[in-house]
């Protein structure tokens, strides 16, 4: 197993303990998923976390979600290429690599947090490789984990 | 015991079982149905069917509302197939949030090496046939998975298989909400056999994605009998399904009988 580079330094603010909430999730808006298979592990108030840190509540752990990716482009060129644009009369369902959103459920984390008085956390995210099949191109290894936009949102 | 052969002759529908529960006789079927789509070359041959999902065709659907009918109509053309083959054979399912898996990892019907007459077992690995492959390209599928404790595996928390829930509440009685959730954990646990296992163009090809998928399929089904008035929104349902034999619409996927199996362990006529 190997990890990726880890995304760090990504701040998030709270909300007051006030603001009642039953479900807290960090939602990754357009993910894209045309690389390796990635497990993915989030971490608050833990810049130093990597693979080897525990997943436990103490070590700041609090959850994953694996990409399903696509491995590279087994196809000729541009076959993996999700348009930018559509035609007005392009009909088709969209692009099987189009760019999806991620929810992680948090809401146990921020209830701590929130309840010890913390106005932001900082979010750490440890991406992990697991024997990953030479035909999937190394490029697409190094930074696995990429995403438009990260956010927290809370439900009533 | 009464076998799928008899259940299907009296008008009922076939069992799928769970893998840890087949019967020496069953898993032999089991194996033998696919080890014969395996020797075909043909659009009716096991290549032809992983092929379907994966590299060349590329039809699977994920990432929608639709994946869970989309492949239930998937593992039906499959299960026709099989049948096809050798009468009465199910799907088994692959319950990975059991304690075997959570001691032993992957079940030793997809592991073991030989079959008990010293045949190569057809569940261990599949080749990969194609018309023009890249030379970096597999050309059969392996395995590479993490320790049972790995937390990617899926536990008996996350999803609850007696009641089709799952540990994420909130969504469970929205049928978009619960697709998403189990989704998640479907994702996870193809990452956790690893290998070709690990990327939907190759991933149908591994003989355990057919058993992964259909522990999937049977907890959307108890989340079905859980939650029979889940509202459904009209255009999703009336989503035709792009399998090749077949001509289903997401609506023609709901009904499990209609498809002709079932989950239960068996079923006790009351006189």
Known sequence: ?156 | MQTNVDRMAAGGVALRKSIYQLTPDELAAYREAIAKLMARNDNKGYNFLAGVHGVPQQLCVHHQWHWLAWHRAYLYLFEQRLQDQVAGVTIPWWDWTSAATHTNGIPQAFADATTPDGSPNPLLKAPIHLLNPQPSWPTETHRSPRRPTSPLLPTSHDVDVKQGTLAIPFFDRDPTGFSESLAGYHDNLHNWVGGEMSMPPWSAYDPIFWSHHCMVDRIWYLWQIQFPNAVFDPALLSRPLVVPDTDFTVADTLDITRLGYGYALTELPIT
């Open chain 1, 1 to 156: 197993m190997n990890a990726a580079t880890r995304l760090t330094g990504l701040r998030l603010s709270l909300p007051p303990d006030t603001t009642p909430f039953s479900r807290a999730d960090l939602v990754f808006f357009g993910l894209e998923h045309g690389g390796p298979s990635v497990e993915v592990r989030i971490f608050f108030n833990a810049p130093d976390a990597d693979e080897s840190t525990p997943t436990t509540d103490e070590a700041g752990f609090v959850g994953l979600f694996s990409i399903f990716g696509h491995g590279g482009c087994f196809g000729d060129e541009g076959h993996c290429d999700v348009p930018e644009t559509r035609r007005p009369n392009d009909l088709r369902p969209q692009h099987p690599l189009t760019p999806i959103t991620k929810h992680v459920t948090v809401t146990d984390a921020v209830r701590r947090l929130t309840a010890a008085g913390a106005q932001d956390v900082t979010v750490t995210i440890v991406p992990l490789l697991h024997d990953v099949p030479a035909y999937v191109p190394e490029e697409l290894c190094a930074e696995p984990v990429k995403y438009q936009r990260l956010s927290m949102v809370l439900y009533q």
